[in-house]
């Protein structure tokens, strides 16, 4: 009897620890995407002069922005499918600490953006990623944004990992608990 109460009371205390874990991860504060300039899909004419993503946070140093391009349209209308050269800014604008801001080249052309970024919340650190595309003299295609609703994706860091430990927590103590008549069954 003394052998199947400490499995019972180790298994419980492993999957509190487990749900502790997934719970605090669950709850702490993240910098959750607003809104950027250009917007996620947007079609524009011209390359812009910045580009901008707002936070609903404030924002960590260790945050960064990169722009490349991945389609590029030749002045003569042929369609070049390669990776462009990277915009990258590292850390808040200092006007806004929830905006990440890069400073794009004069001389890009035509073609499809893609705006990737990481944001690590001031407050907690906890770390996002997202990304989002936008055309400058050509339209966002279908097949791209067919898998991200409104042309943005969004996700935790090692948000899989996390949801494992929840899981895993859920389980040791369902077991835990249940493991009582799993022994008198026999």
Same mark, same amino acid.
């Given at each position: 009897?003394?052998?199947?109460?400490?499995?019972?009371?180790?298994?419980?205390?492993?999957?509190?620890?487990?749900?502790?874990?997934?719970?605090?991860?669950?709850?702490?504060?993240?910098?959750?995407?607003?809104?950027?300039? /250009?917007?996620?899909?947007?079609?524009? #004419?011209?390359? /812009?002069? %910045?580009?901008?993503?707002?936070?609903?946070?404030?924002?960590?140093?260790?945050? $960064?922005?990169? !722009?490349?391009?991945?389609? #590029?349209?030749?002045?003569?209308?042929?369609?070049?499918?390669?990776?462009?050269?990277?915009?990258?800014?590292?850390? /808040?604008?200092?006007?806004?600490?929830? !905006?990440?801001?890069?400073?794009?080249?004069?001389?890009? #052309?035509?073609?499809?953006?893609?705006?990737?970024?990481?944001?690590?919340?001031?407050?907690?650190?906890? #770390?996002?990623?997202?990304?989002?595309? %936008?055309? !400058?003299?050509?339209?966002?295609?279908?097949?791209?944004?067919?898998?991200?609703?409104?042309?943005?994706?969004?996700?935790?860091?090692?948000?899989?990992?996390?949801?494992? !430990?929840?899981?895993?927590?859920?389980?040791?103590?369902?077991?835990?608990?249940?493991?009582? $008549?799993?022994?008198?069954?026999?």
């Amino acid at each position: 009897m003394a052998y199947s109460s400490f499995i019972r009371l180790f298994l419980l205390l492993i999957g509190f620890v487990l749900l502790a874990f997934g719970v605090w991860d669950r709850l702490r504060p993240r910098s959750h995407y607003q809104s950027s300039e /250009p917007s996620a899909g947007a079609v524009l #004419t011209r390359s /812009p002069e %910045f580009v901008t993503v707002q936070f609903s946070d404030a924002l960590d140093k260790d945050s $960064q922005i990169s !722009v490349a391009s991945t389609i #590029t349209l030749k002045p003569n209308g042929e369609t070049v499918f390669e990776d462009g050269p990277s915009s990258i800014s590292q850390a /808040p604008s200092l006007e806004n600490s929830a !905006v990440l801001k890069v400073l794009m080249p004069r001389d890009r #052309t035509a073609g499809l953006y893609w705006v990737r970024w990481k944001a690590v919340t001031a407050r907690g650190k906890a #770390t996002k990623f997202g990304l989002f595309c %936008f055309g !400058v003299g050509m339209p966002v295609p279908d097949y791209i944004t067919r898998d991200m609703p409104g042309g943005l994706s969004e996700r935790n860091l090692d948000e899989r990992r996390y949801r494992a !430990v929840l899981l895993g927590g859920i389980f040791l103590v369902t077991l835990g608990a249940l493991f009582p $008549q799993i022994t008198r069954s026999k």
